[in-house]
Nanobody, 125 residues
Framework: QVQLVESGGGLVQAGGSLRLSCAASGRTFSRNDMGWFRQAPGKEREFVAGVIWRGSTSYADSVKGRFTVSRDNPKNTIYLQMNSLKPEDTAVYYC???????????????????WGQGTQVTVSS
């Protein structure tokens, strides 16, 4: 049984930092696309950042220069370092993994098969 478990969310003041982690179990994702999405109340789930097995990354324009996604394949874990946080970054953050190896970072929810339960990030002004 595949499981993705996020951790590291919490409450932080604007300008602060948080580091999210997502540990995968049940299968290896070393050659699969892995990414982060977020969903604010009343809004659709949106792509934040993703990384493929070669290390290539992609970011939403709203987080470029502030967020960094990385992965540790031996640990089957990905991370999201979030700096210079803004109140508009407040959302539930979800980790996701694709089912097949890929050469390009997927940016839509339909391209990911496995999902974590989400972790709340709240940025106060």
């Amino acid at each position: 049984q595949v499981q993705l478990v996020e951790s590291g969310g919490g409450l932080v003041q604007a300008g602060g930092s948080l580091r999210l982690s997502c540990a995968a179990s049940g299968r290896t994702f070393s050659r699969n696309d892995m990414g982060w999405f977020r969903q604010a109340p009343g809004k659709e789930r949106e792509f934040v950042a993703g990384v493929i097995w070669r290390g290539s990354t992609s970011y939403a324009d709203s987080v470029k220069g502030r967020f960094t996604v990385s992965r540790d394949n031996p640990k089957n874990t990905i991370y999201l370092q979030m700096n210079s946080l803004k109140p508009e970054d407040t959302a539930v953050y979800y980790c996701a993994a694709g089912a097949l190896p890929t050469i390009k970072v997927a940016t839509t929810t339909r391209e990911y098969r496995y999902w974590g339960q989400g972790t709340q990030v709240t940025v106060s002004s």
